[in-house]
């Protein structure tokens, strides 16, 4: 890693990157923001700077400011500007960051008057922490990198160039010379230069292209990175990439990096230095790491460099003069090894930077050094110069890149011999271009370069003649076929292999050393990513290698629709034949090493059975003569040798073979020798007779004689133990002589012959040799061998008696086997004698049968078969065994079904038992072995304790130890050994004594009702249902009454009065019920002593306060009487245990005491001026809680009055009500009084009673608008109205009214002006108001008036209007302006002019907010009535913009189409998702281009001549015009004039043969050309014309016009010599061109069959694959599916699935009581109870009773929504409102958590409680809500963990919040806890959270999700096979294969054709004027078609 990069990332985990644009508004920022400001007015004066704050200030006030503090005239014009020269505003003032650096100047470019300091931060991007993982630098494989971080430097250049319009020039200068101070690297370029903020963004590491922001006041240009246009090779130079690679570099070569910029159009220089040493400085002092300071100054001002080492800056900074853009980077502390690397490897490091940057510096083509190439015009105008100076007298060297010509790339470009182009498109839509190059091999080498990097082993010199054998280099070998280039520079260290497509296959025509003589490079833009270094591609080979990239051949630069395999083939193929010049070898048999061959050729050599050379074929085994070696060689070929790793056919240059000499008896040799030295011209036979001649003298056959015994007869069967022998042998040859010895030949060494004797066992495991004896020859007995006795082994033998010379033991000599003798015979077993005990298992079970197998043996261990009637014995010490039955199968003798029994040792131990069997009668009776015996298989279940009946304490759980035994009665462990117990009325419980044999059962509590405390019994049932053949076990339980509390029963003191459970008592209202006792009786019904500990779990629930002392005294608490009389009360007195719950329940019915007051009731308290008062008011007497005593009687009228202010007397009523005992009073109304409050009194007797009522305003009768509005708005076009209009409804008296019957309207006058509300009519609410928002006000521009009228009962309320003025929109864009040149011309295949378009405001303005990607250029041939671009038409994306273009889109350098006519250009502009701008449609007319070639206006057939008298016979054209016409085939130069010379020529392939001649026996015509133009009327052969007869000619017809050079026109013809062969020539020439054009048609047809199968094979197969997919999550997710799953069953699936889900939902569950009449209203989220869900009981019981007051508390979004609800409620309902509602957004950890770090180990798994909510709706709200309630409430297990909790908080001095537990306790905040008020009650007492659907609901719903997904996937995969199944269908319908037939036979018939074209023109003969001539040799060809 370099310098730069260890210093910034050393830190950057421990710093946040603060970016306070991202945080905060400008308005914010201007709040603490300061600035630094320079004072530059004055030319003469050095400018000073001062800080300046701007809290609370806007431009005018800074400015203020700055007058104030500079002391500026107001009449003093200045200006205020950033350091890149931008003025500043009003607006972008506010976008000042901190610390920023002004100036203060007379104009925007004034110059300097002298240099100042600007202060940067350069804190690294957020991609450094993001992609910190990524490949860093300089990993470079072991080789110098430093070429490479030199290439950063040039990439940084290459983009800053990038819009020169000159030459583009880079220079990297190396400064070794020590007189002009340190050594130093300079990159210095004439590009755009950076402004001070680009300095600053070079700075941040990891800052991209893509992330970068350039400025506050950046251009249009510079805003937001646009992708450069698609170029060939993609030389875009858009190279300067990461924000990364440029600092990586310089901290690589040095440890200080120095840049120095001007930007074009600046006055000012901007100097930035970076050095490891002022970092290292930094950190040491704790000092801000990552600031510095740009110096920004005059151009040649060189007055701050001061150091000596650094004086050759001055030089540097003088040639700044003049300059208007240039960039040099300065880097100095080289390291001493980079240093002499780039001294001593100059030309190394040279050459890599030219491979690097090949294609920029040579153009798209590359290096061609052949000097008939001319490529000037296409060569980049990029000078990249290097010069490296040292200290004198060296001298300096200097290096173009142009000029290097060895690199790589030009040697893989210049030894080519073709190309084949393509382009691949990857499915994320990146595309890459491919160029792979062929590199032939010619005759004794391979051209393909060698690696330069590559070392090579010197070339020895080998004297063997012989050593013809073709080696060569291997042409590229293992190396990777492409190297692989990123927008136009090469990446080194990333070359990709081959694709499927170019890859060697067992199918492929040529041989496998063809694709090793290929190259290739790739050519990507950005799509595809590179590693920061730019030294490897990320992803590349993985995307080009996946199977959905899509390659496409390239031919002239344009796609071409085929199948890029067989296109490479056929090109490889092309290649192979052309250029390849080579020997076929074929049949390769192994590759072997041949150590007769020099050291370095010893290894690979492959073997072939056969050559192909010079059309003869040579094969393994064939007779071959030699010539030119001494002497001449005889002999068979063995194999053909090639040097090389080759495994299939080959072609390739010499070769050798090797060859056994015959006859072999005589040389028994093999020679090597080259394939040119076989004698092609010997014969077969001649060969053989020189063979035959001395081959009668070998050895023919053996003679074999048994003298002492009976000769054995083939196939003889003979017992164990059987000797063989003794045996006499003669060697005789074919004349039936006795041979001794090997017949010689001349004075060759004698060879001595033996017999060798051979017994070979055959067996299983092959065959082996038991004896071997070797017999030499004895003239008195020739060769003997002894009697063999020990032939005991059984099996087949054979005798091997074969004759061998003497010396080497060989029994094959010149080729053939020597003669032989073979006797085949078998041995077999003896009788039975013996036995041994077979394999069985040593590990037995008691009562568990096991077989005993017996091997049987004869007297040589042989396995016999057993003797009849054996009976076997068993014995065995302490055990009884026993068997069934004994058998035999083969040898083997088994006893059958043994079964021990006994006892033994448990299932952990085994004891050892020997076991001995006898077979009486056999020699050997008795054999033993050692076996261990176990518990057998369960039999029976025994259960303690064994009492009967086994008797339990009700409420006690019952407890069972059970063991297993097995028949024996052991203790027995088996699998499965599961024993369920069920008592009667409980659920079943299990134990698992697998393992052990024993267990223990422990049921549920038994609780039953004890009747008359006797003792219940039960039934207990054991049974292992995996074992059903152990017999359940039944025992009886007796449940006997417990000593806890059954029965509580409450009486008073004295016991007179005795409450029953659900009694009604009455009892004065407010009274209070005394002396209140209680009892306790146990399930026996005996009282119970209460204890403290009994009398604690007592409970009251009229009072939370009991005293311990009186419960336990059985005193109750006394009991208050409600004051209401309206409804019964219920009271309870509970008894809670954790086993029992006891209560005994009564109601009391409260009765009114003595009347003490009046009481009116009102329905109603509102009533409005001159209206009766709704409703009766009631008149009661009540006592002195106001319950209504109903003591009135209906002499009571009489005395009641009724008064108040204003009140109508006369309409009052009162009348007496029976029923009730009450007074009704009616008519009670107002008149003439201002709304408000009034009061009214009645009074009965000395009873007096006064109420409130609310007189309000009348019925609404007009409408007016609320608030200061003006009397006229203004407002743009398509904008809303900000101030929203608020309508007030007013009765006549202009009082407001609250009528919501009130509708009111708005609507526009005149109506042509659109107005866009929150709605257009709406009701009132409830003060009578009706607010309109306006979003949109659409129309012309001009006044406008808004009116508002009310309905009230269908009659209409007059209202108020208001005058609206409409102003046109200067940011909504309406048109796209399009400039060009008008006058351009049009030519084809041209290029357009630039275009540039305007988006155009309402008002007329430009407007430039627009990405430049959101344009677009669409072109298309002309149609009629079309307004919009077809689907058709090509659409074009808008270059990238130039220096200065800022106000508009721009179309560089689009290519016009090819062909002439009328052509639309319309442009777009995309506003949005959906919405398009469209400009006006552009016709151009679209003109020939530059005329470039003659050709005919029309397609001509190929003419064929003859010379006689009919002049049709002799015509070549007829009417025939010829044009002068562009490269595109239009027609050009209508202007131009001139001459057409017409001669003829040879085809190229015919030779140098006679030409025909024209009328009048010319060789050549001449044409008049006329305005472009020439008709041709006839043109014709002389009679008896010269020329061969079936020749082929070409007519040449040749232009000439005046200062433009034309490519001639050419028509081949064929030539006859006689009538009917070129009549029939003539009409087989056109039944071809026509058999031709309709196969064509037909194949066309065919393709695109076959391609729409291939679409549709590829959709079937997506479909299959996703419905696989889908699958695999079913079964992953546990679904049950089978292999072959139809759509029906599916729908089952899914259908039981929703079953199950609707059954899960219907389970009863836990629901929050609280009613919510609330929610649904408009801004109301609910109730706090039905906002959450909480899953464990356990939570949600605490947090439920923490919250129990707030539970019903309803939560509303705004304050308003809030406050209408206490005031329907009356004020009863409590509310809450997120908008009054503050919490933080921090979340911070737990108390036991700081800085990320745990203070201790926290016991009882603390978690905050609002954690464990679950929101069903509103997640964000509810967030608010409960963190608002619950703040930082914490959840633990017990009271013990969170008391032990809070301590250790406490002690770690951080504030403990309040902590709940699971148990129901709480610790409060401030550290309380115990008590009945710090313990929640039970959880049916409380307000619940209700609790969400339980996880196996939304597992069910998952896979019901899955199962619909499967079940589309499996919709769409049987549609793609039906319709790929149809196809299939159509393509073999007998249709579709009649058109094959069809084809088929015209096929035949064009076969047919040609070859009588063939066989016509191939006729010698030839008539002319000279009258000789040869045969022709052309043979047509024609192209390989395909098949169906």
Not at 1222 to 1242: D, H, M, N, W, Y
Not at 1599 to 1610: D, M
Not at 1745 to 1760: E, N, P, R
Request: hydrophobic share 35%; charged share 25%.
């Amino acid at each position: 890693m370099s310098h730069l990069a260890q210093f910034w990332g050393k830190n950057m985990l421990n710093r946040s990157v603060q970016r306070l644009s991202a945080v905060s508004s400008p308005e914010e920022r201007a709040l603490h923001r300061r600035v630094v400001v320079y004072d530059c007015r004055y030319e003469n004066k050095q400018a000073v700077s001062k800080m300046h704050e701007t809290i609370g200030m806007d431009f005018n006030k800074f400015r203020q400011l700055l007058q104030k503090e500079y002391a500026i005239p107001t009449s003093e014009l200045f200006v205020l500007a950033t350091t890149d020269r931008k003025a500043l505003d009003f607006d972008t003032f506010l976008e000042l960051q901190d610390s920023s650096t002004l100036y203060l100047l007379k104009h925007e470019g004034q110059a300097l008057s002298g240099a100042t300091e600007e202060i940067i931060k350069f804190t690294p991007h957020y991609d450094t922490l993001i992609k910190s993982g990524m490949f860093e630098y300089y990993a470079s494989e072991n080789k110098n990198s430093l070429a490479y971080a030199l290439a950063e430097l040039i990439d940084n250049s290459l983009s800053a160039t990038a819009k020169n319009t000159g030459v583009r020039t880079i220079e990297i200068r190396m400064l070794f010379d020590e007189t002009v101070g340190k050594p130093a690297v300079i990159v210095l370029d004439n590009g755009c230069g950076m402004t001070s903020q680009k300095l600053n963004n070079w700075a941040v590491y990891r800052l991209s292209k893509f992330t970068r922001h350039n400025g506050t006041f950046e251009s249009e240009e510079e805003k937001g990175y646009v992708r450069p246009d698609p170029v060939p090779r993609s030389l875009n130079s858009d190279i300067s990439y990461f924000g990364v690679g440029g600092k990586q570099a310089a901290f690589f070569i040095g440890n200080s990096t120095r840049m120095i910029s001007k930007p074009r159009g600046s006055p000012d220089v901007h100097e930035l230095l970076l050095s490891k040493e002022e970092f290292e400085r930094k950190e040491k002092n704790n000092e801000e790491m990552y600031s510095g300071t740009i110096r920004n100054r005059k151009p040649s001002d060189s007055s701050h460099v001061t150091r000596d080492d650094e004086r050759f800056l001055h030089a540097l900074i003088a040639e700044e003069s003049g300059k208007d853009g240039f960039t040099a980077v300065v880097i100095t502390g080289i390291q001493p090894g980079h240093i002499t690397f780039l001294k001593e490897d100059f030309k190394v490091w040279t050459t890599q930077l030219a491979q690097v940057y090949h294609f920029y510096i040579h153009g798209v083509n590359g290096n061609i050094l052949s000097s008939s190439y001319t490529n000037s015009s296409e060569v980049p105008k990029i000078d990249i110069q290097i010069s490296l100076r040292e200290k004198p007298p060296r001298i300096p060297r200097m290096m173009n890149l142009r000029e290097i010509d060895d690199d790589v790339q030009t040697a893989y470009i210049n030894s080519a011999a073709d190309t084949f182009e393509f382009k691949a498109t990857v499915r994320e839509g990146g595309t890459v271009e491919g160029i792979i190059r062929y590199h032939p091999f010619l005759y004794d080498k391979e051209t393909y370069p060698q690696d330069p990097e590559a070392v090579h082993a010197p070339v020895e010199d080998d004297a063997d003649d012989d050593n013809e054998s073709g080696v060569v280099q291997r042409a590229r070998g293992t190396r990777p076929i492409f190297d692989c280039f990123w927008n136009g520079r090469l990446i080194p260290n990333t070359q990709v292999s081959e694709f499927a497509w170019c890859t060697y296959s067992k199918t492929a025509k040529v041989p496998q050393e063809c694709y090793s003589r290929i190259s290739g490079a790739l050519f990507t833009d950005d799509s595809f990513q590179v590693t920061t270094s730019k030294l490897t591609f990320m992803e590349l080979e993985p995307k080009l290698k996946n199977k959905d990239t899509i390659f496409t051949l390239v031919v002239n630069g344009q796609k071409m629709r085929s199948n890029i395999q067989n296109d490479f083939k056929k090109w490889l193929q092309n290649c192979h034949a052309k250029y390849d010049k080579q020997v076929k070898f074929l049949g390769y048999k192994e590759t072997i090493t041949r150590t007769d061959m020099p050291k370095k050729l010893q290894h690979p050599w492959a073997t072939f059975t056969s050559i192909e050379w010079d059309g003869k074929v040579y094969k393994t085994g064939q007779l071959v003569k030699s010539q030119k070696t001494v002497p001449i060689l005889y002999g068979i070929v063995v194999r053909f040798l090639l040097y090389g790793d080759y495994k299939k056919d080959v072609f390739a240059n010499g070769g050798m073979v090797e060859v056994a000499l015959e006859p072999r008896a005589l040389h028994d040799k093999t020679k090597t020798i080259a394939i040119s030295k076989i004698d092609k011209m010997a014969t077969t036979e001649a060969i053989q007779k020189n063979i035959d001649n001395d081959s009668i003298k070998l050895p023919q056959e053996l003679k074999v004689d048994w003298p002492d015994s009976e000769p054995w007869p083939q196939n003889a069967v003979r017992p164990a133990g059987t000797p063989l022998g003794p045996i006499k042998i003669e060697i005789l040859n074919k004349k039936g002589e006795a041979l001794a010895r090997m017949p010689s030949v001349g004075q060759g060494t004698v060879k001595k012959l033996m017999v060798v004797l051979s017994l070979i066992q055959h067996g299983p495991n092959g065959d082996q040799e038991v004896v071997s004896l070797v017999a030499q020859h004895s003239p008195n007995w020739a060769y003997w061998f002894k009697k063999i006795d020990n032939l005991i082994q059984l099996g087949e033998y054979t005798l091997c008696l074969t004759t061998a010379i003497n010396e080497r033991n060989e029994t094959v000599f010149g080729g053939r086997e020597l003669p032989s003798y073979k006797l085949k015979f078998t041995i077999k077993e003896g009788n039975a004698e013996s036995f041994l005990i077979g394999v069985m298992s040593s590990t037995l079970h008691v009562g568990v049968p096991f077989d005993i197998p017996l091997l049987i043996k004869d007297g040589y261990d042989h396995s016999v078969s057993p003797p009849p009637n054996l009976k076997p014995e068993l014995k065995c010490s302490g055990l009884d065994l026993s068997y069934e039955k004994a058998d035999s199968i083969g040898t083997t003798f088994t006893i059958r079904r043994v079964k021990a029994r006994g006892k033994v040792l448990n299932y952990q131990q085994s004891e050892t038992y020997n076991l001995k069997v006898t077979l009486p009668g056999m020699k050997i009776d008795t054999q033993s072995i050692k076996i261990s015996i176990l518990p057998g298989k369960p039999h029976s279940i025994h259960v303690k304790p064994e009492d009967d009946p086994i008797t339990v304490e009700n409420g006690n759980p019952a407890n069972f130890t059970i063991e297993i035994r097995d028949e024996a009665g052991n203790v027995t462990a088996n699998p499965k050994q599961i024993v369920r117990c069920q008592v009667e009325g409980l659920p079943m419980v299990a134990t698992d004594s697998s393992s052990t044999g024993a267990g223990h059962l422990s049921t549920k509590p038994i609780n039953l009702k004890i009747i008359k405390g006797e003792p219940q019994k039960l039934k207990v049932e054991f049974s292992m249902p995996s074992h059903p053949s152990v017999a359940m076990l039944v025992r009886e339980l007796e449940v006997e009454p417990s000593t806890r509390v059954s029965c509580i029963e409450v009486c008073s003191d004295d016991e007179n009065l005795v409450l029953r459970n659900n009694e009604k008592i009455s009892w004065l209202a407010g009274g209070v019920l005394e002396n209140l006792f209680y009892k306790l009786y146990d399930e026996a019904g005996r009282e119970r002593r209460i204890t403290a500990e009994m009398a604690s779990k007592i409970k009251v629930n009229w009072t939370g306060i009991e005293k311990l002392e009186d419960l336990v005294q059985g005193k109750l608490p006394d009991l208050q009487v409600p004051k209401q009389v309206q409804t019964e009360h219920y009271y309870q007195v509970s008894y809670l245990d954790q086993s029992v719950s006891k209560c005994i329940s009564f109601h009391i019915v409260p009765i009114p005491d003595e009347p003490t007051l009046l009481k009116a009731t009102l329905l109603q308290s509102t009533l409005k001026l001159g209206e009766s008062l709704p409703g009766n008011i009631k008149l009661d007497l009540v006592d002195q809680y106001d319950n209504v005593t109903k003591m009135l009687t209906s002499g009571c009228v009489k005395h009641m009055t009724v008064e108040a202010e204003g009140l109508d007397k006369s309409a009052i009523n009162i009348e007496w009500q029976e029923r009730s005992c009450s007074v009704l009073v009616t008519g009670v109304q107002f008149k003439s009084v201002a709304p408000g409050s009034r009061e009214i009194c009645f009074t009965y007797k000395s009873f007096e009673e006064r109420v409130i009522v609310k007189v309000t305003a009348g019925e609404p009768a007009k409408l007016k608008l609320v608030g200061d509005l003006p009397k006229s708005l203004q407002v743009l076009n398509d904008h809303r109205i900000i101030t929203p209009f608020t309508v007030q409804v007013c009765d006549e008296w202009g009082n407001p009214c609250q009528d919501q019957k009130v509708v009111v309207d708005l609507t526009s006058s005149p109506q042509t002006l659109k107005v866009t509300a929150n709605v257009a009519s709406q009701p009132v609410d409830t003060k009578g108001r009706a607010t309109f928002n306006v979003s949109k006000v659409s129309g012309q521009k001009g006044y406008y008036q808004l009116e508002f009228r009310g309905v009230f009962n269908l009659k209409p309320i007059p209202g108020p209007s208001v005058n609206l003025t409409v102003l046109p929109d200067p940011k909504k864009p309406v048109s796209l302006s399009v400039e060009y040149d008008t006058n351009a011309k049009f030519p084809a295949g041209g290029k357009f002019p630039a275009f540039s378009v305007t988006v155009l405001s309402e008002e007329g303005s430009p407007i430039t907010t627009f990405n430049p990607a959101a344009a677009s250029m669409y072109l298309w041939k002309w149609v009629a009535l079309a307004k919009t671009p077809p689907k058709t038409a090509t659409e074009l994306k808008c270059s990238k913009p130039m220096e200065n273009e800022k106000d508009c889109f721009h179309f560089r350098d689009k290519e016009i189409p090819e062909e002439v006519g009328k052509h639309s250009i319309q442009f777009s502009l995309r506003l949005d998702k959906t919405n398009m701008l469209f400009s006006d449609q552009i016709i151009v007319h679209v003109v020939a281009n530059q005329p470039v070639k003659l050709a005919p206006d029309s397609q001509l057939r190929t003419p064929v001549v003859y010379f006689s008298k009919d002049i049709s016979n002799r015509t070549l054209v007829e009417n025939m015009t010829l044009l002068i016409m562009d490269l595109y085939g239009n027609p050009a130069g209508q202007e131009m004039g001139g001459k057409i010379f017409v001669s003829m020529k040879n085809s190229s392939k015919e030779g140098n043969k006679k030409l025909p001649l024209f009328e009048r026996e010319n060789n050549s015509l001449i044409f008049s050309l006329v305005k472009g133009k020439a008709n041709i009327k006839r043109l014709t052969i002389r009679e008896n014309s010269p020329g061969e007869s079936g020749s082929g000619y070409i007519l040449v017809f040749k232009p000439e016009v005046t200062g433009v050079p034309l490519a001639p026109f050419e028509l081949p013809f064929h030539f006859h010599n006689d009538v009917d062969n070129q009549q029939k020539m003539s009409e087989l020439s056109r039944r071809k061109d026509e058999l031709t054009k309709t196969i064509a048609a037909i194949e066309k047809n065919f393709n695109l069959s076959h391609d729409l199968l291939a679409l549709l094979t590829r959709q079937h197969l997506t479909a299959g694959t996703k419905e696989a997919e889908q699958k695999n999550r079913l079964i992953m997710n546990n679904v049950p599916i089978g292999r072959n799953v139809s759509i029906p069953e599916i729908d089952r699936l899914i259908k039981e699935k929703t079953d199950e889900a609707n059954k899960i939902l219907k389970a009863p569950t836990r629901h929050c009581s609280v009613r919510d009449h609330f929610r649904g209203q408009t801004d109301v989220l609910g109730m706090v109870g039905h906002l959450a869900l909480v899953q464990d009981e356990a939570a949600a019981r605490v947090i439920s009773w923490f919250l129990q007051g707030d539970m019903d508390c309803v939560i509303t979004k705004t304050t308003a929504a809030a406050q209408k609800i206490v005031s329907e409620t009356g004020g009863q309902q409590q509310v809450m409102a997120l908008d009054s509602v503050f919490v933080s957004s921090d979340n911070r950890p737990l108390p036991h958590v700081r800085n990320g770090r745990m203070l201790f180990d926290p016991p009882g798994n603390p978690v905050y409680a609002r954690e464990l909510l679950i929101y069903p709706q509103d997640p964000e709200n509810c967030e608010i809500v409960f963190k608002n309630l619950l703040a930082n409430t914490i959840l633990m297990d017990d009271l013990n963990s969170a008391t032990n909790y809070r301590k250790s908080v406490v002690q770690n001095r951080t504030p403990c919040p309040t902590i709940l537990t699971r148990q129901g306790d709480k610790v409060s905040g401030k550290g309380k806890f115990g008590g009945a008020q710090n313990r929640a009650p039970p959880i049916n007492s409380l307000k619940v959270f209700g609790a969400p659907r339980p996880p196996q609901y939304y597992t069910v719903q998952e896979r019901i999700d899955l199962l619909r997904q499967y079940h589309l996937a499996l919709v769409k995969s049987d549609k793609a096979k039906k319709d790929r199944e149809e196809h299939l269908k159509t393509m073999h319908s007998p249709e579709m294969q009649q058109q094959r037939d069809e084809m088929e036979e015209k096929k035949k018939q064009l076969e047919e054709i040609q070859r009588q074209l063939v066989s016509t023109t191939a006729r010698p003969g030839k008539r002319g004027a000279e009258g000789d001539g040869q045969p022709s040799d052309m043979v047509t060809k024609r192209q390989k078609q395909r098949s169906y």
